[in-house]
């Protein structure tokens, strides 16, 4: 082949934002003054493998979440190095694909290290390729190496060969590492508190899920086809999500046809939508690495009947109070426990928890009767990763002791930048003892909300309709 250089723009890969850009470069900051607390070392940060689906066919390629929030690089076969001295000085080398004509007509551009240290703002870069050269270098005479325990398979094994090949160097003076600490721990903290980069894209993220949501409730309304099935919604989701500029959905969507609602980890399948039946559909797309999560639930045709509404009505108190409940300075548990307390009257009221069974709410709580019909938590935390890491228990408070000896952590406190779902629900499966009206309802109402400075929370998801009024109305279009 001649060596005539190629002008074509497709050489050229997207350049990074310049926000996210400075973002990482803080973040790579704050870690390298964490590893500097605990005495300086090296962190080693690769990103996610590609992965076969079936032969020769690959999974859609997505990068490590660790990685990509202090790179901001989104190509595979690629490693981030920080090498951290004791003052909190430090040096950022990415490791990535060499440029390779041939290859990249296949595969698309790359950036090849050199373009890439220039786009990205690393110190500086090299080639994947020698990575076994280069590693044990970098280890040299560190005092610990900081990487993410039990999240890449085979990693743990390379990282004890570049110590061998270390440790080989000890007569001629040199040492290796004697400590390794767990990088998930310090990012997962970072990650927790959302900037102002990620919030913007979050709210981008929900914007497009609940014009999503809102398409899949058109196409389910008043002018819905006779033979609509649950793939039919799905496919006015990933329409809507790629419309919207998100990559890609966040997790698998749930859209559950009647009876299908009350099994949790249901996907969209061939199921008919049975016109005054109810459809759940859970679904969030992820845009530039960010989830969104949002499930509504509504009538198939448009219209909710008397027994499917004071459900509904039953659910979306219990997520009204669950969010009035998220604030800086209550617990994680407060909201679940402020939607419990709702969910709890409603079935007494209904009937379908008998009060021979259990007289009041505090009965019905501690008796866990509600298990049967609301067996799942009210949040988890959302970022880049739709179960986004965290702890959840408050770092430094003890645990409760209970008389049996057990131990309950002491719930985390939410505090200002952290993203968590609110997502109460009520689950009927048919059964004798068991009002016939409330059969086979599932119904979920989630939304994605922020908790801010001013001691309330910003609901991202408040563009998907969500009272009665506003899902028929929209359905009628
Ligand atoms: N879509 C997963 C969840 O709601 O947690
Ligand atoms: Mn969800
Ligand atoms: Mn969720």
């Not at 669950?322 to 969910?343: K, N, Q, Y």
């Not at 000896?405 to 009520?426: N, Q």
């Amino acid at each position: 082949m001649s060596a005539v250089p190629i002008l074509s723009s497709a050489t050229a890969p997207e350049a990074p934002d310049a926000q996210l850009l400075r973002q990482c470069a803080l973040r790579r900051a704050q870690l390298a003054r964490r590893i500097a607390d605990a005495g300086g070392g090296v962190a080693l940060v690769p990103t996610a493998p590609e992965r076969m689906r079936n032969r020769d066919a690959d999974y859609p390629y997505r990068h490590d979440s660790y990685f990509y929030y202090l790179s901001a690089f989104t190509e595979p076969h690629s490693l981030l190095v920080l090498e951290v001295e004791r003052d909190g000085s430090s040096r950022s080398t990415l490791l990535c694909r060499p440029k390779d004509a041939e290859r990249e007509i296949w595969d698309g551009v790359r950036f090849g290290p050199e373009a890439a240290r220039e786009a990205f703002g690393f110190d500086a870069a090299g080639s994947i390729e020698e990575i076994d050269a280069l590693l044990p270098r970098m280890l040299l005479d560190r005092g610990a190496v900081w990487w993410p325990f039990g999240v890449h398979e085979g990693l743990e094994t390379r990282l004890q060969g570049w110590l061998q090949a270390v440790r080989a160097q000890a007569r001629a003076g040199h040492h290796a590492p004697t400590a390794q600490q767990d990088l998930c721990a310090a990012l997962d903290e970072m990650r927790l508190f959302k900037d102002d980069y990620e919030l913007q894209v979050m709210r981008r993220a929900a914007e497009i899920s609940s014009e999503a949501h809102r398409r899949a409730m058109r196409a389910a309304g008043a002018a819905a086809p006779q033979e609509l099935r649950e793939y039919h919604l799905e496919a006015e989701l990933l329409h809507a999500f790629r419309r919207g500029g998100a990559q890609a959905p966040a997790y698998g969507s749930i859209v559950a046809a009647g009876a299908n609602a009350c099994i949790l980890h249901y996907r969209a399948g061939n199921a008919l939508l049975r016109r005054g039946s109810l459809c759940l559909i859970d679904a969030g797309c992820e845009l530039d690495g960010y989830a969104s999560d949002i499930t509504r639930t509504f009538p198939v045709g448009g219209r909710f009947s008397g027994p499917q509404r004071e459900l509904y009505e039953i659910v979306l108190d219990s997520q009204r109070a669950a969010i009035e409940a998220t604030r800086a300075g209550a617990r994680f548990t407060d909201p679940h426990e402020a939607a419990l307390r709702v969910l709890a009257q409603g079935l007494l009221d209904t009937g379908l928890i008998a009060r021979s069974a259990a007289p009041d709410v505090d009965a019905v709580l501690h008796t866990g009767a509600y298990r049967r019909f609301y067996m799942h938590r009210t949040s988890h935390w959302l970022g880049m990763d739709v179960h986004d890491c965290g702890e959840y228990s408050e770092p430094g408070e003890a645990p409760r002791m209970l008389p049996d000896g057990a131990r309950v952590p002491a719930a985390r406190v939410l505090r200002p930048g952290m993203v968590l779902t609110i997502e109460p629900g009520l689950y009927v499966r048919a059964a004798a003892d068991l009002p016939e009206a409330y059969h086979d309802i599932g119904i979920r109402i989630e939304d994605d909300v922020l908790v801010r400075a001013q001691g309330d929370c910003e609901v991202l998801t408040l563009q998907a309709p969500k009272t009665v009024a506003d899902i028929e109305r929209v359905m009628e279009g």
